[in-house]
C-alpha cells in the first residue's frame, strides 16, 4: 500500500493506494471519530462492496447506516442529494456524524456536497470506486451536482478526511468506465508532466490490461500530479487549478448536449483534449505530430476522440459560454502551448475556434 | 451612520448602521466588484425597497437582475434556492457575480447559501430589512434552509462582503415582526452582557416605540455583541458560539410542530428563552425575580412567553431531539448561572426539562 498525503491549508488527509484497503481497519479508524457512520452508494456498487465496508466498520462498533442512490450521472442533481438529507434527519444522525462515499465520482461529488451542507458540515471519507474517481475526485474537495442548465453549477469545496483509492474494485468496472478514467489519467501528462505523458506511451497496453502495479503507479503519479496543483490553488483563486480542465469546456458541452450519462464524462474529456490540441494546432501552439501523439494515446487507450455530429458549431458555442471558465463575459480555454504545458486563454479568434468546433470526423484524421 | 468591523480569520467586513443607507453609492461600490448582479427579495419587501436599490446601482453602471421569492419561513427550503440557481443560469451568471439579499433573515438565508453553492461560491452583500435579520443575520455567516424534518437543517457557513442595516426601513415592519427582533436583541443582554441588558430594561418603552437613535445603539451594540462571539468561534468548532442559542432549541421545537411561519421565528425564541429560564431556576440557577425580570422584559417588549398548549411534553422532547446541538446522542442546551451568563450543559435531569416543558400557561404567572 502507498500513501500520498495531500496537503492543504486547513487540514492534510491520507490518499492510501493498493489492493484490498476495503477490510483495513487502520484505513478508517484513526480518520472517524464519529459514531454514526452513513454509507452512501449507489445500486451497482452496493451489491459489489458495501457489505465488505460494513463488515470492517461494524467490527469496530460504529453505528452504520446505509443510503442508496440510483447509479447514473443523470441523477446528480439537487432532489437526490436532499434524499441523503432526509436518510440522515430520519437517522438522528447528528452535527458528529460522517458520511463515506462508496462509488465513483457521481457518488463522491453528492456525497461530498451533501456532507459540506448537513448542518452545515460534517465529516466525509471518500473511497472512489471507479478509475476516474480514484485519479480526479480523490483530490481538490470539488463536490457538487448538476442543475438541468449546467453542469457541475451547484456545490462546495469540501475536503474529506481520508481517500482510500482501491485497486482491487477496479476488476468489476466495464471496459468503458474503465477508458474513461485513463482520460484523467493522459490528461495530468499532457498539461505538467512530459515524463509521465512518454511512461503513458509507454505502458498504455499494460494499463488497458489493468495491470495492478502499473495501475498504482498511474493513479499515484496521477494525485500527486493534483495535488501539487490544489495546494498551490485550493479555492480555484488563480488559473493554476483551472488547466486541470484541460478538454472539459469541451467535454462539458458535449456531456449537456448529449443528456447526462450518455457519454461518460471521461469520454467527453477524452474528445474535448483532442478539440483543445486542435486548436492550439490551429493557433500554432502544437505540431501536427503533438496532436498525433495526443490522438494516438486517446485512441490506444479505447477513448472517443470524435464529438458527435449531432451538436452544431452554434450549439457548442452556446452551451460552452456558460462554463464556470466564463470570466466577465470572455470565454477562456484551457489549451496547450506544448505537449506538457498548459494555459488558460481568451485570446483567439473565434473563427479558429469555430473551425475546431465544425471539424466533427476529420479530427480523427486531420494529423496523419 | 455607524460602521462596525467584523473581524474573521479570512475576511473583515463593514456592517454599515443608519438611516436612508440604500441610496448611498459608498456602502456599495467599493465592496461589488462584480460587474453582473442579481437583487433577490421578496413579494412583500421588493415593492418597498427594490427600485432605490436598483437605482443606486444602475447609476454605478451595474447589470443588475432581480429574483423575487414569496415572503414566509414556509418557503425557505431547497427548492426555492434551486430557483434562484435557475435565474442565475438562465441569465448567464458567472463565477464573478454577486447576489444581494434583500429582506429579512429568510431572505438573507437562503440568498446567502445559494451564494455559497453557485459555481462553488460566488459574493454576497446583504441588506437586512428586518430587525431580527440586522441583529442576529448581519454577522456570522450561517445560511441554509430548512428540510420538512428539521429547521436549518441545511446549509453553509458564508460571509457577505458587506451588510447595510438601514434604521429607516423598520418603519414599515408590522408590530409582530417588529417585536419579534427586540427577542434576539434581549437575548444579548442575557447571555452576556448585563450593561447592555439593564440599559433595555430602562428602554424598552422608547424601543417599542422605534426612536431611530436608541435603535441604533441597540443594532449595535447586539451586532458587536454577537461579533465578539463569532470571531472567537467561526465554524462554531466549540460552545462559545452555542450561546448564542439561547431560546433556540425550545423555540425550533415550537416553530416544527406549529408549522414553518405560523409563529415567527423570534417569538418562538422569546417563549424558548423564558423556557430555559423556567428550566435555570428549577435547576437553582437563577431566582425566581430573575425569571420575573426576564419575563416582564419579554412581554413589554410584546413578545410571547407561553407555548403553544397543542405541544406536548413528549413531543417537544421529540423535536428537540434533532436539533444540532445534540452532541453523542446527548440532548444540550443553553441555560443561564445567572442573568448575563450562560452555558451549555446536557447536565440536568429529564425529569426536571419535563416540568419546563409541562409548565404551559403557567410560565406567564409562576414567578409573580
Not at 39 to 51: E, F, G, M
Not at 161 to 184: F, I, K, M, P, Q
Amino acid at each position: 500500500m502507498q500513501t500520498l498525503t495531500v496537503a492543504l491549508s486547513e487540514r492534510t488527509y491520507p490518499i492510501f493506494i493498493g489492493e484490498h484497503l476495503l477490510t483495513q481497519e487502520h484505513c478508517f479508524k484513526p480518520y472517524l471519530k464519529a459514531k454514526q457512520i452513513l454509507i452512501v452508494s449507489n445500486t451497482t456498487v452496493a451489491p459489489l462492496y458495501l457489505a465488505q465496508v460494513q463488515a470492517t466498520l461494524n467490527a469496530q462498533g460504529y453505528v452504520v447506516e446505509t443510503h442508496i442512490l440510483p447509479d447514473g450521472e443523470q441523477y446528480k442533481d439537487i432532489a437526490h442529494v436532499e434524499g441523503i438529507f432526509t436518510s440522515l434527519l430520519e437517522k438522528r444522525f447528528n452535527r458528529d456524524c460522517a458520511l463515506i462515499a462508496l462509488g465513483g465520482g457521481v457518488v463522491g461529488d453528492m456525497t461530498g456536497f451533501a456532507a459540506a451542507c448537513y448542518q452545515r458540515g460534517v465529516s466525509f471519507l471518500q473511497i472512489p470506486t471507479t478509475l476516474l474517481a480514484q485519479v480526479d475526485s480523490s483530490v481538490g474537495g470539488k463536490t457538487g451536482v448538476n442543475h438541468p442548465l449546467g453542469k457541475n453549477m451547484i456545490g462546495a469545496f469540501k475536503q474529506p478526511v481520508a481517500v482510500l483509492a482501491d485497486t482491487s474494485v477496479l476488476d468489476t468496472l466495464n471496459d468503458r468506465e474503465y477508458a474513461a478514467g485513463l482520460a484523467e489519467v493522459i490528461k495530468y501528462g499532457l498539461i505538467r508532466d512530459v515524463p509521465f505523458l512518454v511512461w503513458l506511451e509507454d505502458n498504455i497496453q499494460g494499463l488497458v490490461a489493468r495491470d495492478k502495479v502499473l495501475l498504482a503507479e498511474a493513479i499515484a503519479r496521477s494525485c500527486q500530479n493534483k495535488a501539487d496543483v490544489v495546494a498551490a490553488d485550493e479555492l480555484e483563486a488563480n488559473d493554476l487549478r483551472a488547466l486541470l480542465n484541460l478538454g472539459h469546456t469541451f467535454g462539458h458541452a458535449i456531456e449537456t448536449a448529449m443528456g447526462y450519462g450518455v457519454w461518460l464524462h471521461g469520454e467527453a474529456v477524452a474528445t474535448g483534449m483532442l478539440m483543445a490540441a486542435d486548436l492550439s494546432w490551429r493557433l500554432g501552439y502544437l505540431s501536427a505530430a503533438d496532436v498525433e501523439r495526443v490522438k494516438r494515446l486517446l485512441i490506444a487507450a479505447n477513448l472517443p476522440v470524435i464529438p458527435p455530429d449531432s451538436i452544431s458549431s452554434a450549439e457548442f458555442l452556446n452551451l460552452m459560454a456558460v462554463d464556470k471558465k466564463v470570466l466577465a463575459g470572455k470565454l477562456r480555454l484551457v489549451l496547450l502551448t506544448s505537449l506538457g504545458h498548459a494555459i488558460v486563454t481568451a485570446d483567439f479568434p473565434l473563427a479558429t475556434l469555430e473551425k475546431t468546433l465544425a471539424a466533427g470526423t476529420q479530427l480523427g484524421q486531420l494529423y496523419d
